[in-house]
């Protein structure tokens, strides 16, 4: 009896997950976000929170964009920027925070480089583009004491794995870089943070934990969809509790971190954790609006302020 019991009671779990809405999520295999959105699952925090999370793993950040865009999906990850020339072009995002790392500038530990006044005449490598935001808040600093990076320095734009090679060969002198591959650089030693991104925020008078990384979801799919989000944004708030409290969560995800040696592990637990984005208030999201202006959004045409989710009371 009390096996039939047992068996009734866990079909009745299963219908009831069946009825609950889904959220499909693309999300980068082996990127940051997945960290959080496994321990969501594992911790079963979405049926907790009312719905079911679907993970849609993808190789690399076009494909994530492809699918959100395409509809194929419900969200994914994306930096502010790319929200916000979704904006431009009249396809507007609901922005819900995922973290404040914007990026690192690594040295070797013996570098004398401790200001963004050390780097003229320097070799500066630049993950990304010329319109990488790190780069763009960089020279603005720089600009406001008289320094014109862009002429001044020798530049290399390239992929992060590449520019963490071209630092350990001496290739270049200090590389901007995600704040992961700092993180990976720093816990294998012998590299530092000569100063951080956030630095640069601080410099521009700007509030040093803006979330410049957010789940996107197409405005007019999570208007319709309020409850939904709301769970979603609530389920994430407690896996970043709980990934900030113990480190326990932590050695499970290993793997999907790529199963790094201690001092890489460590500092990649604490990065992502500094990440944290702090709640929303209209301070903060003028603020973001001004990150954009400063990184070459049109100010005339800023993503307003209700498409940045603040998290429900």
Known sequence: MCLILSLAGGAQAV?????????SISVLEFGTAHW????????????????RLDLK??????????????????????????AQSRFQAGAPYLYVPFSSQI????????????SVADLAGKRIGVAGGPDSKGWILLQKVAEQQGINLAESAQLQFAAPPLLSQALKRGQ?????????FAARLRGEGGWRSAFS???LLTELDLDRSLPVLGYVFPERWAREHGPLIDGFAASLQQAKAELADSESPWQRLRPLMGNPEEGVFTALREGFVAGTPAPQTDQR?????????LTGADPDRLMPANLFYRSQP
Do not use: C, F, K
């Not at 950040?61 to 994306?78: C, E, I, W």
């Open 15 to 23: 219908e009831r997950a069946s009825e609950l809405p889904v959220l």
């Open 36 to 51: 959080e959105l496994d321990h969501i699952l594992h911790r079963g925090l979405d049926r907790e929170n009312g719905y």
């Open 57 to 82: 793993p993808v190789a690399n950040l076009p494909a994530s964009r492809l699918a959100v865009t395409s509809g194929s999906v419900n969200g994914a990850v994306a930096d502010l920027l790319w």
């Open 103 to 114: 990026g690192d500038i690594v040295v070797a530990d013996a570098s004398p480089i401790q």
């Open 172 to 180: 270049v002198d200090v590389i901007v870089t995600y704040w992961h």
């Open 197 to 199: 991104m956030a630095d």
């Open 285 to 293: 999201i003028a603020d973001l609006q001004r990150l954009m202006a």
